[in-house]
């Protein structure tokens, strides 16, 4: 309990009475809880989003990590707003792409932050897409034993995916994510217009982790996607909108079961078995997370119709709501052509890394997944095949 201190307007008294325990009485139990919970707004404006953002930070001093393109397209519009608003800022710049999201980096970011004035109830501000996001967070999660960030995201696959969660990590050549925690933000601001200047393949790559989300569990936001796929793409604002609002509502959803992967059985994880080591065996560079993942859904979902689990016919509309999109659905149509081997020897390293389970998101229809850790090596590898991996 705490009382005012006798005598001293600025002072408490903090008074505990514990008492010895029983040295009979076996181990002592630590207990610790924590929820968290965040507010994420999706915006059409530099006005509207300044606006939330100053609400969030709440006078604090603000770090904003950005990177080389970012900064060129959107900074000095985003930080002449946030400076005339009140907002004290310091601002680093990080190379654009998948690269900068290592230990090197964040290893640099903590030497920035060290030098710099920014304390402990400070705010990070990771200001672009996933690989300023993640590698954003991780690095306010490690900082001073962690402080407060909010995520600014530029593309539309940080918008419907990246942002949301508190996955936060760097790579290794091993494997991606490897260096990581949960650490959820302040919150989230997702400013449509900043989609205007996405170049296109970044958007049909976003899109991909959209897609995702309606396969697994909404077939209402599927045939919102598959109806409105060409307004998608044309960058409708009031689309982009919904596309990303819906994303966000479906994403928290399923994480709020369990925030923290203490069950492995994870629908959000559909089309990264095989995703995430096609970019680590193709280095990190040549294609983009949700071409990716785009390809894993493809591979995932033969296996789940070699299995007799997936119709046809709902096969058929995934690969062909992907083609629409302009995602690779065969290993011809990826940026870097995949070998077979490498992915089947990156997939027992995960399998390694997750102390011998290796769990596959197998679609049953739109809004059903199948878990299974029972895949087989043939299994695998009849799939690549089918799309064009040898």
Not at 198 to 218: D, F, T, Y
Not at 235 to 242: F, I, M, Q, S
Not at 248 to 262: F, G, N, S
Request: charged share 25%; aromatic share 6%; hydrophobic share 45%.
């Amino acid at each position: 309990m705490t009382t005012s201190a006798p005598g001293r307007t600025n002072a408490f008294v903090v008074r505990d009475e514990i008492p010895m325990p029983d040295a009979a009485a076996g181990p002592v139990h630590a207990r610790t809880a924590r929820r968290d919970a965040y507010p994420i707004y999706v915006t059409r404006t530099l006005e509207a989003t300044v606006a939330r953002l100053v609400e969030l930070l709440d006078g604090a001093q603000v770090a904003v990590l950005t990177d080389e393109v970012v900064i060129e397209l959107h900074g000095g519009d985003l930080l002449d707003a946030l400076a005339d608003a009140g907002v004290e800022l310091q601002v680093t710049v990080l190379p654009a792409g998948e690269r900068s999201k290592c230990l090197a980096q964040a290893a640099r970011l903590w030497d920035w932050l060290a030098e710099s004035s920014i304390g402990r109830r400070d705010v990070l501000l990771a200001f672009g897409g996933g690989v300023i996001n993640d590698t954003g967070g991780w690095v306010a999660s490690g900082y001073m034993r962690g402080i407060p960030y909010v995520n600014l995201p530029t593309t539309l696959l940080a918008q419907v995916d990246g942002a949301l969660g508190g996955k936060v990590a760097v790579n290794h050549r091993l494997a991606k994510n490897l260096l990581g925690a949960f650490y959820q933000p302040l919150g989230v601001v997702s400013n449509i217009a900043f989609l205007e200047t996405v170049e296109a393949r970044h958007l049909r790559a976003g899109l991909a982790e959209a897609i995702k989300k309606a396969v697994i569990a909404s077939p209402a936001y599927w045939s919102f996607i598959e109806d409105n796929l060409d307004a998608i793409v044309e960058r409708d604002a009031a689309v982009l909108e919904r596309l990303v609002g819906a994303a966000a509502a479906i994403k928290t959803a399923l994480i709020e079961r369990d925030p923290y992967e203490e069950d492995l059985r994870r629908p959000l994880n559909f089309g990264h078995t095989i995703g995430h080591p096609l970019e680590t065996v193709t280095g990190y560079g040549p294609l983009l997370h949700g071409e990716a993942v785009a390809f894993g859904m493809v591979v995932e979902s033969r296996i789940a119709h070699a299995r007799g689990l997936l119709a046809d016919e709902t096969l058929a509309r995934i690969v062909e709501l992907l083609r629409r999109a302009g995602l690779p659905t065969t290993a011809a149509e990826l940026p870097a052509r995949p070998d077979g081997d490498a992915i089947v020897a990156a997939l027992e390293k995960v399998r390694l890394i997750r102390a011998g389970s290796l769990r596959w998101v197998l679609p049953v229809a739109f809004g059903q997944t199948a878990i299974a850790d029972d895949v087989t090596e043939a299994e695998v590898r009849r799939a690549l095949r089918e799309s064009g991996a040898t």
